[in-house]
């Protein structure tokens, strides 16, 4: 059996630097607290809690001589003021790539234009982006894009985790309703190198294999991208959801990709599931 694993399965460097800093603050303090989960991944946010990492609701909920680690997605406006106020000890773990689209997000706004952002709605990240702002306008969909009134002036972004084709779906429709449009790709780049490499592995293999939460959007859309060449295609977010029923129809080749909150940890598990059920003895192979 021939295992192939995607060269940049598993964390981006955002989220791995939010989890690193989450262990360490916790370390140092003895807890960290934090509004929601750091990512969008059971297994980690559990680990977290064992450590002293504390999710909670509100700034309101955290002890005065705790910090407060702010996470890899963002976060809104209105709390980071909050949190400022209280002078609470404000740990940033923002990937630098949101903080760069909160940037892009005010200097559009600067230019008199009106915000739209193409992003799932109520996603962490998104409701972070879209509080720069007054008045943003969340797309995420072709359908939403046509219900969109006519606009003489307006700066586009997109969610860091967008499927490139669901973005240009949508910016082929506002092109329509817009007069003086400007759009900037924030897509992330272990986006979009991920999406590139499950695009090519899934058509190479005879069953591919998506690890990660059914919580996280990234993790989603591999699946999606998979499923769209590879209707042998399923996501698991451990290896003890893999299913030896699998492996029984002329597999000879299995792809492995996991989305950017999946930990090291979790991938090398489910290879030594599928190793174990295949009695495969090679080594996998990177695939870039």
Not at 161 to 175: A, F, R, S
Not at 184 to 204: A, D, G, M, W, Y
Not at 259 to 285: M, R, Y
Request: charged residues 30%; contains cysteine.
């Amino acid at each position: 059996m021939k295992i192939l694993l995607a060269k940049d399965a598993g964390y981006c460097f955002g989220v791995r630097d939010a989890v690193d800093m989450a262990y360490d603050t916790s370390k140092e303090y003895g807890e960290v607290y934090m509004l929601g989960d750091i990512v969008h991944n059971e297994n980690v946010v559990e680990d977290l809690e064992k450590s002293g990492v504390k999710v909670v609701s509100d700034l309101e909920d955290i002890p005065d001589d705790k910090p407060v680690l702010f996470r890899a997605h963002g976060t809104a406006k209105n709390v980071w003021k909050d949190a400022e106020n209280k002078k609470m000890n404000i740990i940033d773990a923002t990937c630098p790539l949101v903080h760069e689209i909160h940037r892009e997000v005010k200097q559009l706004h600067e230019e008199g234009r009106k915000i739209i952002i193409i992003g799932d709605h109520g996603h962490d990240e998104v409701i972070g982006i879209a509080s720069q702002v007054e008045d943003a306008i969340v797309i995420s969909s072709v359908e939403e894009a046509e219900q969109l009134r006519k606009t003489k002036k307006a700066g586009i972004v997109s969610q860091s985790t967008q499927k490139i084709e669901n973005v240009q779906d949508i910016i082929n429709i506002l092109m329509t309703k817009v007069f003086d449009l400007r759009f900037v790709n924030t897509i992330c780049f272990p986006t979009k190198r991920n999406h590139e490499q499950i695009k090519e592995l899934s058509e190479i293999v005879d069953l591919m294999i998506v690890i990660g939460s059914f919580t996280s959007a990234n993790s989603k859309r591999l699946t999606e991208l998979s499923l769209e060449r590879n209707k042998n295609t399923y996501q698991v977010t451990n290896a003890t959801e893999i299913d030896v029923s699998w492996f029984k129809k002329n597999i000879n080749s299995v792809g492995v990709s996991a989305g950017a909150s999946t930990p090291d940890l979790i991938i090398d598990s489910v290879i030594k599931k599928i190793k174990d059920i295949t009695n495969t003895t090679d080594k996998e192979i990177i695939y870039e």
